[in-house]
């Protein structure tokens, strides 16, 4: 049995992935998962208990650094992607295999730090929004690959700057991501603007256009009071294709990749490239928004 602790208890993540191990009769069981969660650290005391009583996870330990040695591998689903560095380093450095839930980072440093560390110590690790290998994405990216070359793209999902978890890419990456895998790595700038304030915290829709060296471009919607879900369009030089994006399955089918990945058998099949620049778009869009300007990627 491949024996997992999940750093990290404050975001839903925590149950979405234990149940898939840990609970038979959920639907999303994974019953040839061979691996199990066994152990959960938690910022919150209580928080920790609810997680891991619905994950049945049968450990709590009292600082993140316990799970060495009780586990195989670890998940880090903490929500604040400026606590993952910290809280992976001493992992990826004791070779012990690691998934860090999106975000990787907020900061294209750590993103390159714990890239690093991971190539530097020879540890299975890979980084993802699971929203990438949901059944219906995999499809919009089979379909936008027959189109000659995709030009122009639209990714729609929600996002908001004014919140606790390092800004608009806490929940912008899945649009991110989806972007990046559809239309590749290399952006080279990017440009933001954010619409009048929709919710009591101030924020506002956000427009972010992406444009790489070739004249490609894509524009990330970003949604604070719209209908929750994910949509995306693609021109490319032989034709277009539009979808809504069901992703019920995701952590289903992510978890299908994450597994293989920490057990050496696999990547992940997310570049680390496209994992850091993910950051940076985000980083790119916080500061157009801030500084009301184009941010070029390679300064940060």
Known sequence: MFKIGLLGSDSSHAERFSELLNVPDHPNYLADAAARVVAIWGEDAERT?????????????????????????VFCVTRHGGKHLGLVRPYLEAKIPVFVDKPLATEPADARAIVALA???????TSFSTVRFSADTQA???????????????????????NPYGGVIFYAIHSIELMLMV???????????????VDAQGNGNM?????????????????VDADYGFR???????GF???AIDISDCYREGMKRILPCLRGEGDGGVPAAQMVEAVQVGKAIDRSLDENRRIY????
Do not use: N
């Open 297 to 300: 990627l390679k300064d940060l």
């Open 232 to 238: 995306a369009l693609a021109l490319g030089k032989d």
């Open 140 to 162: 919009f990216l089979a379909q936008s690959q027959t189109l000659g070359g995709v030009r122009v793209g639209v990714y729609t999902g929600p996002a908001s700057r004014r």
């Open 183 to 197: 239309q590749g790595t290399g952006i080279e700038w990017v440009q933001a603007l954010e619409g009048p304030a």
């Open 207 to 223: 427009t972010a256009i992406c444009a790489w060296p070739d004249g490609a471009t894509a524009t990330l919607e970003l949604t």
């Open 119 to 125: 190539e530097q110590h020879g540890t299975p690790f």
């Open 241 to 243: 294709h539009c979808a």
């Open 49 to 73: 208990r609810q997680a891991a009583a619905h994950g049945r996870i049968e450990t709590i330990v009292d600082a993140p650094g316990d799970l060495m040695g009780q586990v195989d591998a």
